[in-house]
């Protein structure tokens, strides 16, 4: 599902990111990255969602190479896969508005868009709140919002980047409970995150990351090694 | 594009501008104000080019026939002068009318005018120009008629509109493209601050996938917009104070000839309108392709 083969980031030529790093995530897999930060770990997110490129080495998403993709293939890619992030990045608009943005870009009828909307909206608890503006929102309710965007899609691949960084244990669990339920409908789910407790509970694979290397690749792992 | 993509896209442009309400109003104001101004310059340059024209088509050039002219030499010089081009009509002055006159204005010095007891003036001819700047061609030919002795005409004063008239039409073109020129400026700046706003919103619209061509699209449209509601503003303006300077100029100052009156506001509306949406265009797609650019580039 999804390749990396020796892809090597280095930002303003001197900070490298990631190094020649090496990594295959299969369909329907669960994925935490940890580490430290400056680990690349978000650099790793944005590369797979080709939102920066490598200096070297190939990422390929169901064995097509990402590198050599125009625009509209760019554009294709995303919607086929999820992402949130940290900081919600909603945009100033009603929970409604946000969901039917990705949809009107598709340009869905207004009649897919709403049963669209009512499946995710239901699927993160969210029912009630449609009508709200993220600021009137917690922030586990804005990640919640953030997170039926993402799935709206129906993608193949969500890719969280720090997802509970802002929430409280419950809301960062109810959260990481989404996910788990979206993984297990057929979604590869990748998520970095430095959320020890998280990790610890879920026992999913676990690759932990230093200096823009993986140190550990770990089938029901845990974020610290034993 | 089907009408559903066309629908989205009205429908962000107008999201866009509701939610940078204050950014937009600046926008709309900042392209009005620049229109108004061009306008009222444009205005201003017409009247003073009438009033230059106007100067210039009331110039005269008077021909001093020889004292001892016949009735038939007269009649010969009156046929040449009518063959002489560029010129709009010609009076006749008997030297009797013009010793009249001479004496008429001179009554309260009677006694001045009583030491002359012949008539020293000369028949003339009072022409009329079509324009003035054949004058220096038109004199040379009228030296050549028989019968002609003398011809006097503001040379100085000729001279001096003539060259006013050159720098104001040059002068008047360049700052009219100076204004332009500037409120395009102007208007870039203020439509890039609010697009820059936005930075945020176009990273977001790119992460769930929408295509560069899209948000250059919604983008425009946004300027189109503002540079519609911009024109309309300043025509509306523009009319308005037209209408009342126009009204209350010939009711308090009849004796000033407004030019302008004769101009088809609605060509000046309309120019104005297309200056405002191609400046709101083109302004937006220039911003948006250099928001757009620096993004990509991160």
Known sequence: MIRLRNVTKIYNKTYTAIHRLNLHISKDEFVFLVGPTGAGKTTLIKLILRDILPDSGNIYIDKVKTREFNEKQVSKLRKNIGVIFQDFKLLNRTVYEN?????????????????????????????????????????????????????????????ADEPTGNLDPDASWEIIQIMSKINMANTTVVVATHDKTVVDLMRKR????????????????SYHEF | MNFRIIKFFIEESIISI????????????TVS?????????????????????????????????????????????????????????MTFMPKEEAWRNLKEKFKYQSDVVGLITNNPLPDSFTLKLASISDVDKMVKELNLIEGITDIRYGKGVVSRIRRFVQIFNYGGLAIVGFLLLATFLIIINTINLTILAKRKEVEIMKLVGATNNYIKWSFMLEGFIIGFFGSIIAIIFVNSVFKIVTINMQTYFPFIGLYSKNVNMLALSSLLLVIGLFIGILGSSISIHVLLKSIIKK
């Open chain 2, 18 to 29: 509701k939610q940078n309400l204050l950014m937009s109003l600046v926008s709309i104001m």
């Open chain 1, 206 to 221: 676990v690759v932990a990351m230093h200096g823009g290397v993986i140190l550990r690749d770990q089938q029901l792992g």
């Open chain 1, 99 to 159: 969901l039917a943005f990705v949809q009107k870009i598709q340009g869905e009828k207004k009649k897919t868009i709403k049963e669209n909307i009512d499946r995710v909206i239901s699927l993160v608890g969210l029912e009630n709140k449609l009508g709200f503006y993220p600021y009137q929102l917690s922030g586990g309710e804005r990640q919640k919002a953030s997170l039926a965007r993402a799935i709206i899609n129906s993608p193949h691949i969500l890719l």
């Open chain 2, 33 to 89: 104000v620049s229109l108004i101004v061009l306008a009222a310059f444009t205005l201003l340059f017409i009247n003073i080019n009438g009033t230059i024209k106007n100067v210039s088509n009331n110039l005269t050039l008077t021909v001093y026939l020889d004292k001892n002219i016949t009735t038939t030499g007269i009649s010969k010089v009156q046929d040449q002068l009518m063959l002489v081009k560029g010129l709009n009509g």
